[in-house]
């Protein structure tokens, strides 16, 4: 109904600048922050209609800034018309319209035998638009934390802000955008660095104002302040003969706690290094947030960079001195830990898990481990894990988790595994089993290392599985975005580790051992917590404790277990209520969710390998056959496949299967004894298939997934030819039942390789 | 922002830096507190923060408030950690606009030059859920260390501060040890006379850390806890809302030996943590409730 027509062509522009300066803002919130502020800028100035252009925006610990270069210094005016009725039109039309515009008759214009409601839209000035953005934004500036503060908080609805706002600064081409917001009015006026500058700074325009601030002390722009630390952190390293370990999140970290960032290298007792380099690192790192450095051989050096935030009187040397007693205090604190940790063996650690639940209904991180060992050396006894010795990968797996409770690990959660790696190796364990504690979390991501190590391994992969199989039993699935305990993560690692490592196995197999695991695990601790569950366990004479891997059997004894439980009528402890609930579902839980566990797996497998190219539809075709879960395998199968579909013998035969497919749905037949004389292409697809056949089990037995798909290649020929010059729908029943025989036939032989229905296009 | 700094050379002694920050928060318009006469963690438990910092009527003091932390205690062997320290506290409510500038003069009044040490205001947000408090501010570091954390509550007792106070916890021992220079707080010098931290507090350290981790009677402490519950309930029945408050510090500190005895589980940790919280929640609320009708008449706009 309406259009817009452009009002007066050529405006002028001008620069704008807003600095919006509050006490400090958290370092980790700046990037988001400059992030919210361009992304509300460009919102309220689309809204107003004032065209943007590049914006550049910085950050301080107490300041955000943003320039916006080459603002029209004025809207567009904007002229609106509506069409309305015909001049001839009744009047009813002409006064519905009037009461649609909100005009007068005589306001219309006429055209042409038409009226038309014209609304000429006035250019608003960029200076009044900017003095209603900006309150605007600093009211929808969506800080992750934020506060009131000082008098006015004394209403409910006063301002927030991430740390009391301090001042305004807002000038468009030098002149100031007046506004206002709680209490704050603002001006040209800003502040220098908070120590090395006193009053207050004048701002002429966008183009002095960097230049005012830097001479004040303050180095506006966030990136320049990350270059002076990423550098000088360098140069501070290099002049002391060392070399700096680069850590893009500190650079980061500390250009966002700085307004003059000055690194400083500081020294610390050599004596502290006999604590492993990664504790030394991460106290300084994240305590303190320093640099270390490594010696010219790659040691770690008795070395830190900290970042002042002012240029010393003395050139830093108080501040280093600080700082190395606070570091000091920090190592020997950490020294503390590791020689007291040290004084425990993991067995003895090991022991304190069962204190720390996992889940209220998995049990405690003891119950976990002893699945996690169990798994671990079948993994091993059975040769899914080849030359994996199962008693080392039990040991490891038992004391897996030790290092949870230690003293290193209460302060720094991060080094779990790690040093549960350095404690067995100080305690004399061997390098198989102290690796495989160091990196049975290991891959935590798509680019972690993913072991190879047998032992590693082992316990990786029954980690994860346990994992999986716990969550899974007691229906804690992944829904959306929600993935609470990392699920997915635990699917890819065993992903990863399968392929990675050539290990062999039926998932499915697998995962149902470690679901009947979780149930006995249930089961063990409810008998052993609980008198009144013992007691009654032994009454009913049907169940122990299970001390070897529950199989199949186990399931059925828990079937007649819990349809005996009927009204049980002892109270029971609140954990074996939960454990009764949950071993009634067991039956149900073990047959059916190795096959959900492998389609979650089928979809991981899907995401990871979109990466390297290999078509999901593909994965599902081989996955659909449902007898082929070793993903090593399955792999293959797939690359194989997708080498042969990009052929044209691939693309023919996915046509005559489609074909043929098609006709089996549509049709009924009985199969009946092909009395009659066929016809050539109809023998010929016969005779192929007869080879066919043979070749492509032959071939699929043999993992040699090229000569498989080589063997249906060999049916495209006789496939195209019986298509063309053979009638299916014969009058003839026996004609009929024999020719559609014959299809079945063929698809059943492509579907000993993939099942090419799902394949797409 | 200098103009009460310390200049002279002779670093302050643990007395006279308390001295200095009693004539310079004074001066500028804080009412000096005594300590509270209860033992109790942190000095945010006295009354004078905790309760003041609820209603709209302005409230600025300092002081200095022993605290207690039961589980800290090392025996007088550890050079950094007490079960019985200092920590001096200011609130100022509303929070005044120049907050920070106030907090760093008191610095320089102590012989603290930020131009030769490195004064940092690093994120650190505040919580007590046995208070139903929060805030947001820093922990103020000088060359590294901790020295100060520094928050703008914005609820108390569940409530939201109308208006927000600002409050200041120096811990002085610490600061006491980097003005001194020393690396063991026992070192410290207390005075100007030859008396040191520790010729006042080592032997009390070893007497309490031994007490608190050996010798307090569990039953007696469990009973206590029960009866400072029973009476936290009956004072605010008869509405008197600072006794009871009196009786969930009382409560709070008899959970912590309790802790320190080694006597509480994790799974109980958890509910003796919810009745704490329960007493000093409600003892707030009573506190609000006495005073909302008074509040409201003089402030008009305001509410709870």
């Known amino acids: 109904m309406g259009s817009e027509v452009p009002g007066v062509d050529g405006m002028s522009t001008a620069d704008f600048l807003l600095e919006l300066r509050s006490e400090e803002i958290p370092a980790r919130m700046q990037a988001g922050a400059r992030a919210d502020l361009e992304k509300l800028f460009r919102r309220e100035m689309e809204a107003a209609g004032l ?27 904007v002229r609106e018309e509506t069409k309305g009725p015909r001049t001839s039109a009744p009047e009813q039309a002409l006064e519905g319209f009037l009461r649609k515009t909100g005009l007068a008759k005589d306001q219309l214009t006429e055209r042409d035998g038409v009226w038309f409601a014209v609304v000429e839209k006035p250019g608003r000035a960029a200076a009044d638009v900017l003095a209603e953005a900006i309150p605007a934004i600093i009211r ?43 209490g704050i009015h603002s001006g040209r006026t800003t502040m220098g660095h908070r120590f090395h500058h006193s009053g207050e700074i004048v701002i002429d325009d966008v183009d002095d104002y960097a230049a005012k601030l830097r001479e004040a002390h303050v180095i506006v722009d966030h990136a320049t302040r990350e270059a002076i630390v990423r550098e000088g952190a360098r140069k501070a390293a290099a002049d002391a003969g060392l070399v700096l370990v680069e850590d893009e999140g500190l650079v980061i970290e500390n250009a966002g706690l700085t307004e003059w960032p000055v690194p400083l290298l500081g020294r610390f007792d050599e004596a502290f290094l006999e604590v492993p380099p990664e504790v030394i690192q991460l106290t300084a790192r994240v305590n303190q947030k320093y640099f270390i450095c490594r ?74 481990v002893a699945r996690v060992a169990k798994l671990a050396e079948w993994l091993a006894a059975e040769g899914v894990v080849p030359g994996c010795d199962p008693a080392q990968a039990r040991l490891a797996a038992e004391l897996c ?12 959660p991060e080094l779990q595994g790690l040093m549960g790696g350095y404690y067995a190796r100080a305690e004399g364990l061997p390098d198989a089993v102290a690796d495989a504690i160091r990196d049975h979390y290991k891959p935590v991501g798509q680019g972690d290392d993913v072991p ?48 990675a490592g050539k290990v062999r196995c039926n998932l499915t197999a697998v995962l149902r051992n470690a679901i009947a695991s979780v149930f006995a695990s249930v089961l063990d601790r409810a008998v052993a917590g609980d008198v009144n569950f013992a007691i009654y366990i032994e009454k009913i004479g049907k169940l122990q404790p299970h001390p070897a891997l529950p199989t199949d059997e186990f399931t059925a004894r828990i079937a007649d277990f819990t349809a005996e439980l009927g009204d049980f009528e002892i109270k029971l402890e609140p954990y074996s209520e939960l454990a009764l609930d949950f071993l009634r579902t067991a039956p149900a839980v073990v047959a059916n969710t190795p096959a959900a566990l492998v389609a979650f797996f089928a979809d991981r497998l899907k995401v990871q390998q979109r990466e390297a190219g290999v078509r999901h539809d593909l994965i599902d075709a081989v996955f659909a056959l449902g007898n082929e879960d070793d993903l090593v395998r399955l792999l293959a199968r797939v690359h194989a496949l997708q ?119 | 922002m200098a103009d009460t700094a310390n200049t002279s050379a002779e670093p302050l002694s643990v007395q006279d830096m308390i001295l200095a920050l009693h004539a310079y928060w004074g001066a ?19 009354p004078a923060t905790t309760l003041r910092a609820l209603g709209p009527q302005p409230w600025n003091a300092a002081y200095v408030q022993p605290s207690r932390r039961p589980t800290d205690g090392r025996y007088g062997e550890n050079p950094n950690r007490l079960q019985h320290y200092y920590q001096y506290q200011v609130i100022m409510k509303p929070s005044p606009p120049d907050l920070q500038a106030l907090y760093l003069g008191s610095l320089a009044a102590i012989g603290i030059d930020p131009l030769l040490h490195d004064i940092r205001f690093v994120e650190d947000d505040w919580e007590s859920p046995t208070l139903g408090a929060w805030g947001l501010g820093w922990e103020v570091w000088c060359d590294g260390m901790e020295v100060t954390q520094f928050t703008y509550f914005q609820q108390m007792g569940g409530f939201d501060c109308k208006p927000v106070a600002g409050e200041l916890t120096y811990g002085l021992e610490r600061l006491a040890m980097y003005i001194q220079g020393v690396d063991n707080v026992y070192d410290l010098k207390f005075n100007d006379h030859g008396v040191s931290y520790g010729d006042v507090f080592l032997e009390n350290e070893r007497q309490m850390s031994t007490w608190n981790f050996e010798v307090a009677d569990t039953e007696t402490l469990f009973e206590g806890f029960r009866r400072a519950e029973a009476e936290c309930r009956k004072a605010l029945e008869a509405g008197v809302p600072i006794a009871a408050y009196e009786q969930a510090i009382e409560a709070s500190h008899l959970f912590n030996l309790l802790q320190a005895r080694g006597v509480i589980s994790v799974q109980e940790r958890a509910s003796y943590m919810g009745r704490v919280r329960d007493l000093a929640r409600g003892s707030c609320e009573g506190y609000m409730e006495k005073y909302r009708p008074e509040w409201e008449a003089k402030f008009p706009g305001w509410t709870a």
């Open chain 1, 51 to 77: 065209a943007v252009g590049a914006l550049t925006i910085w950050s301080t610990p107490r300041r955000l800034t943003l320039i916006a270069r080459g603002l029209p210094l004025a809207t567009e005016a």
């Open chain 1, 140 to 182: 929808a500036f969506p800080w992750p934390k934020s506060q009131r503060w000082g008098a006015a908080s004394l209403q409910p609805d006063s301002l927030r802000w991430v740390r009391p706002l301090s001042g305004i600064v807002a000038l468009l081409g030098g002149e100031v955008v007046p506004c206002e917001i709680g």
């Open chain 1, 295 to 368: 010696d010219s051989a790659g040691q770690l050096a008795n070395a830190f960079v900290c970042t002042a935030n002012i240029a010393a009187h003395d050139g830093g040397a108080m501040i280093v001195a600080g700082n190395r007693k606070v570091l000091a205090a920090r190592l020997s604190d950490a020294r503390f830990f590791w020689e007291q940790d040290k004084k425990t063996s993991l067995a003895a650690q090991a022991e304190k898990l069962a204190r720390i639940t996992f889940h209220e209904k998995l049990g405690t991180v003891a119950d976990k």
């Open chain 1, 401 to 412: 988790k030790a290092d949870l409770v230690t003293e290193m690990v209460g302060e720094f």
């Open chain 1, 452 to 499: 190879t190590a047998p032992v590693t391994v082992a316990v990786a992969l029954a980690d994860k599985l346990d994992t999986l199989a716990g969550f899974f039993a007691i229906d804690e699935k992944p829904t959306g975005s929600k993935d609470p305990f990392a699920l997915r993560r635990a699917a890819l690692g065993v992903i990863q580790i399968l392929l």
């Open chain 1, 643 to 761: 080498a042969f579909v990009g052929t044209e013998d691939g693309v023919n035969l996915i046509a005559g299967y489609k074909r043929a497919a098609n006709i089996l749905k549509k049709e009924e037949y009985a199969p009946l004894a092909a009395d009659y004389e066929p016809e050539p292409a109809e023998a010929a697809l016969g005779a192929s298939l007869d080879a066919a056949e043979p070749r492509a089990e032959a071939a699929v037995a043999a993992e040699d997934f090229t000569a498989a798909m080589a063997a249906l290649a060999s049916l495209r020929a006789p496939i195209d030819a019986f298509f063309e010059s053979v009638t299916v729908n014969d009058a003839d029943p026996a004609k009929r039942a024999g020719r559609l025989g014959l299809l079945d036939r063929f698809r059943a032989a492509v579907h000993k390789v993939a099942d090419f229905s799902r394949i797409e296009g």
């Open chain 2, 28 to 46: 500028k318009g804080c009412l000096i507190l005594q300590p509270y006469d209860m033992r109790m963690g942190a000095g945010t438990f006295h």
